[in-house]
């Protein structure tokens, strides 16, 4: 048998060798943008047959050209071409069983067959509990049942890490989930957030409906006192995430949990930061026209100065140039992508999740180009 120059040893952790070959045309292809440079093995050799110059690899990998040896090496870590598990964590009103949720559970089955997909709960039930629970409820303690939840799933556990989709509020609980659990729980790879108040908001939603009790319930919770009291901060979901920069001591002393897991507060924790960074892809997806996120630049980690109108990106926040929680870091090894679609809050089209989930979901031996990408805008 001839073997071409990039004949490699694998060992594998159940000491199986393996022998992958890889035509050298295949090789010097460099990966296009839609399949990010997985290069799958062409001829997986298995025990059985084995040739006998297994330990001899015609060519060391060190002394191939640069190039080459990338490659090569990219192909040896991408072992594993199981699609990575996707836990989906939906936004305010919505709940764990909602027909849309397990739509875009299906498209990302579709995108990459055989995913595992797990739709978030913050109080273990779906349906009218789950949905109160998006209004009502103290987020360190959802986060903290969701971290257990998470860890007890006997898939998600035994996954190399998972891949996640934050819809709103959804969005920046999972930045939570990746900064505040511990090891033991499901490591994330790629977190996208579709519309998320990554930095707050300064006006609450209205309810689409006055019929809609559980939504005019929680309007009427905040009328009854101030957002900065412990009674709203531990009850009302999204006060929680209440961030007015014109109230700004207020909002540091008494948020409950964004000036926390942002880091914002003197005492910083260097865990957040740690985990944060050790993302492999940060997503946020902005919608351009969105009127029911204010200001919908939250979404990016923007400041905005409601009174003056003017827009602070995240590289020219002390959040980022002093990283308080990891997200220079980040952006330094290429994980941090800002992207934007056409449209109002949550409307999104097939095409530009089926992109996305191609993109940055998929096999766990995936591996990422490090550069920003753009849908759109
Ligand atoms: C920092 O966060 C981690 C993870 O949530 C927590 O275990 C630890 O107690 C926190 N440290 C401080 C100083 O608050
Ligand atoms: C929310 O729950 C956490 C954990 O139980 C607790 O430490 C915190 O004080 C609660 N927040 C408020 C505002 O009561
Ligand atoms: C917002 O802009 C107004 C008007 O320019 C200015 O007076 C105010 O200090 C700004 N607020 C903050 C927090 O920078």
Redesign the pocket.
Known sequence: MRLSPVSVLLSLPALIYSFVIFPEAEVFQIPNERHTGTLAPKVAITPENIPETISEPLVEITRLSPKYTRLAKQALDAPDDNPLPVVIWHGLGDSADAKGLKEIASLVDEIHPGTYTYLISAVGAAGSADRQASFFG????QL?YVCHALAKDNILRTAPAIDAIGFSQGGQFLRGYVERCGSWAPKVRSLVTFGSQHNGIVEFQKCASTTDWICQGANALLKSSTVWS??????LVPA?YYRDTNDYENYLE?S?FLADINNERKEKNATYAKNLAALEKFVMVVFDEDKTVIPKESGWFAEVNVTSNSVTKLRDRPIYQEDWIGLKKLDEKGGLDFLGVHGEHMHLLDSDLKALFEKYFGPAGKKFVPQQWKLEL
């Open positions: 103290n987020v360190t303690q903290d412990d009674f709203v901060q531990s009850r929680q008494h409950n």
